[in-house]
Structure formats: structure tokens, C-alpha cells
């Protein structure tokens, strides 16, 4: 019998918030099939504005700035204040996502374009660290074949849709995949819309939710596991958020005695292939300079499996942000795996987990 067997949620536990039982009416209840072209979803910089962020990389670098150094007043330009202000409506108030185009990346150093993304970034939310190594800017690499139980960000795996841990994540394309590397979308409104409309009881059991797993990346003294369910979806003051990642979810369980059974499976299983429809999912892939900013609370984010280049320089590399946002959306309080909302650095440690003695488990 597990140790933490006393954390796994009762079968007869009541939801953490009422479930929504109407349909969203929202625009961040979207579906792929109303965007005609990527002109629909994309803020191009204009020259002037690419000319304000030349002009304070070139202040940033003849400052001998890092990035511990840079803050949103390095990008406080009066053409590119605007253009922020329309990111930040988009992704809270709006659709909830939004690709931003295109920096001139041949031009600038890593250190630069990470100084700058940083400080944009900063205008948004505050930067979180993303793993046990405080990268509060994530290098997006392959390193599988140094550490083959590396996470999702650092591997070339697919990745199912999913959300992270913070409140708005970032993407910065530096380079393309040799082939690979789609980029995929799903408003997880429309999934509860769905959800709602063709398989309405299993709702209460996402809005239960489940142990997640921390995959080794807790303070020393935490438990490995959340110690009370995480909801897939909550319902605060009338507004649907989402926290979901599968496989986080499965380990969670195992590791308290109560793993994945049928039913349990039928659900996140249906809750996966409606966030996958076509008429749903928004596929597109970044280009060098590209970024895309997104809500997790309300969009699902994914990946398709890609094929590297040999050579180190000329592999895919991305730079991501978490930004936390106070006050920014009601949320219940179980949907945070750490305290904090981002993962304490620890010394010595990788987000690396091995998660086959737990996952084989399945019930």
C-alpha cells in the first residue's frame, strides 16, 4: 500500500466548484475552423516598431545589461506600448492567445533577443521560475539524448494538449525543426462546451479532479504529489479554467494507491480527442522571430513530434517565458501544484523524472 494512499480523492468527493452546466459564450471560446489565415490571430511589428526594439537592444547591450538587469522599462517605447496593450487585452479578455511577428533574430545575439523577450514579457506579468534549475527564461531543446527521462520541453516527443503552470506562457522561435514542431492549439472552452453538449456527466468528474504527480521537481520536505485533487476544470465567480496535464496526472495517482481505472480513463481520453478535432485544434508552426503568448487558464497548448539537425547550431531552440499575472483571472487555489505558482530552484537537480515504475501501474 502506497504511503500517500490517504491523498487519493474519495470517489464520492463533491466537485471543488459548481459545475458550469451552460454553454460559454465567450471569445476565448473559439474553434480553428472561424480562422481563415493566420492574419486572424497575428500582431505584425511594424518597421517603426522593429526600429524601437533595435534601438533598446543596442541601448541594452551598450549597458553591458543581463537579463538579470532588464525590466519592462527597457521596452517602454511610446510606438510599441500600444501593441502590448492589445497583446494583454487579447489574452485576457479576448481569445485568450495570440503570435506576434517577426523579430529580425539574424541580427541579434541569443543574450539579446532573451533581454528583449524578457522585458516585452515584463510589461505582462511576472517571470516565474520554470523548473528546479530557476530558468525563469526556458531554453525549449532536445537534450533526450543526454537524459532520456528529460521533461516535455527539453525532448522532441509529441505533446498531447496540456497546459502549464503558470498563468500566461511564451514561445520565442530562434530556429525551426529540421521537420516537426507543430505548433497546436485548443480553446479548453470550447472543449467544456463540447464536453457539455455530448457527454455532460462526465464533467463532474473533471471538476473533481486528481493527484498530480511534481515529477521530482518539489522542495525538499514537499510531497512528491499535490496533497488534494487538482480540477481539470473550475468554475470562480462564473468564469471556466482549465489545469490539465495528463501524464502528471496518471503518475499522481498511481503514486497514492489509486490509479487510472476505466472510467477514469474513458473520461480523459474523451477529453483528449475533443481537444484534438480538427474543427477545434489551430495548427500552425512558428517561424524564426515568431512568438506566441497564451492564457493558460483557458487555452490547451501541444506539439507534434519533430526531427532535429545534427549539428548544435542549427537545431530547434525556443525561449520560453511563465509570467504570473495577479488578479488576472478567478481561479480555484487547487489548481496551483506549487506554492508560489512556479517551481522553486533546488541545487543540484534537473526536470528530469523517471515515470515508468509509476505510470506502468495503470488499474
Same mark, same amino acid.
Given at each position: 500500500?502506497?504511503?500517500?494512499? %490517504?491523498?487519493?480523492?474519495?470517489?464520492?468527493?463533491?466537485?471543488?466548484?459548481?459545475?458550469?452546466?451552460?454553454?460559454?459564450?465567450?471569445?476565448?471560446?473559439?474553434? &480553428?475552423?472561424?480562422?481563415?489565415?493566420?492574419?486572424? +490571430?497575428?500582431? /505584425?511589428?511594424?518597421? &517603426?516598431?522593429?526600429?524601437?526594439?533595435?534601438? &533598446?537592444?543596442?541601448?541594452?547591450?551598450a549597458a553591458g545589461l543581463s537579463l538579470e538587469d532588464v525590466d519592462q522599462s527597457h521596452l517602454a517605447l511610446p510606438r510599441l506600448l500600444p501593441v502590448i496593450d492589445e497583446i494583454r487585452r487579447e489574452l485576457i479578455e479576448g481569445r485568450g492567445f495570440v503570435v506576434v511577428g517577426r523579430l529580425p533574430v539574424e541580427r541579434y545575439s541569443k543574450e539579446e533577443l532573451g533581454m528583449a523577450?524578457?522585458?516585452?514579457?515584463?510589461?505582462?506579468?511576472?517571470?516565474?521560475?520554470?523548473?528546479v534549475m530557476g530558468d525563469r527564461l526556458g531554453h525549449v531543446r532536445d537534450v533526450s539524448r543526454e537524459d532520456p527521462n528529460a521533461r516535455a520541453y527539453r525532448n522532441r516527443q509529441e505533446l498531447s494538449p496540456h497546459t502549464d503552470l503558470s498563468d500566461l506562457v511564451g514561445l520565442l522561435c530562434l530556429r525551426r525543426a529540421k521537420s516537426g514542431g507543430v505548433s497546436r492549439l485548443t480553446s479548453a472552452l470550447a472543449v467544456h462546451n463540447a464536453i457539455l453538449a455530448e457527454r455532460p456527466h462526465?464533467?463532474?468528474?473533471? +471538476?473533481?479532479?486528481?493527484?498530480?504527480?511534481?515529477?521530482? *521537481? *518539489?522542495?525538499?520536505? @514537499?510531497?512528491?504529489?499535490?496533497?488534494?485533487?487538482?480540477?481539470?476544470?473550475?468554475?470562480?465567480?462564473?468564469?471556466?479554467?482549465?489545469?490539465?496535464?495528463?501524464?502528471?496526472? *496518471?503518475a499522481g495517482m498511481a503514486a497514492v494507491g489509486a490509479p487510472i481505472g476505466d472510467f477514469d480513463r474513458e473520461v480523459l481520453q474523451f477529453f483528449e480527442d475533443v481537444s484534438k478535432r480538427p474543427d477545434l485544434m489551430l495548427e500552425f508552426t512558428l517561424d524564426p522571430g515568431q512568438l506566441y503568448l497564451l492564457n493558460n487558464y483557458t487555452v490547451l497548448h501541444a506539439r507534434s513530434e $519533430? /526531427?532535429? %539537425? /545534427? *549539428? @548544435? @547550431?542549427?537545431?530547434?531552440?525556443?525561449?520560453?517565458?511563465?509570467? /504570473?499575472?495577479?488578479?488576472?483571472?478567478?481561479?480555484?487555489? %487547487?489548481? %496551483?501544484?506549487?506554492?508560489?505558482?512556479?517551481i522553486a530552484p533546488? &541545487?543540484?537537480?534537473?526536470?528530469? $523524472?523517471?515515470?515508468?515504475?509509476?505510470?506502468?501501474?495503470?488499474?
Open positions: 500500500m502506497s504511503s500517500l494512499q %490517504h491523498l487519493a480523492p474519495a470517489a464520492d468527493q463533491n466537485p471543488a466548484t459548481p459545475v458550469h452546466r451552460r454553454p460559454i459564450d465567450h471569445p476565448a471560446a473559439w474553434k &480553428a475552423s472561424q480562422f481563415g489565415s493566420p492574419a486572424d +490571430y497575428t500582431i /505584425e511589428l511594424t518597421p &517603426a516598431q522593429l526600429d524601437d526594439i533595435d534601438g &533598446a537592444i543596442r541601448g541594452m547591450r523577450y524578457w522585458s516585452l514579457g515584463s510589461h505582462l506579468g511576472r517571470g516565474l521560475s520554470q523548473s462526465y464533467l463532474d468528474r473533471l +471538476y473533481r479532479g486528481y493527484v498530480y504527480h511534481r515529477r521530482g *521537481e *518539489e522542495r525538499p520536505g @514537499d510531497l512528491p504529489v499535490t496533497p488534494h485533487p487538482v480540477p481539470v476544470f473550475c468554475n470562480v465567480d462564473g468564469a471556466v479554467s482549465v489545469r490539465y496535464v495528463r501524464t502528471y496526472i *496518471e $519533430f /526531427e532535429d %539537425h /545534427e *549539428e @548544435d @547550431d542549427r537545431r530547434r531552440h525556443l525561449l520560453r517565458l511563465w509570467l /504570473e499575472v495577479p488578479g488576472m483571472r478567478p481561479v480555484h487555489r %487547487h489548481v %496551483h501544484l506549487f506554492d508560489g505558482n512556479g533546488v &541545487a543540484g537537480r534537473t526536470p528530469s $523524472f523517471d515515470w515508468r515504475h509509476l505510470t506502468d501501474r495503470r488499474g
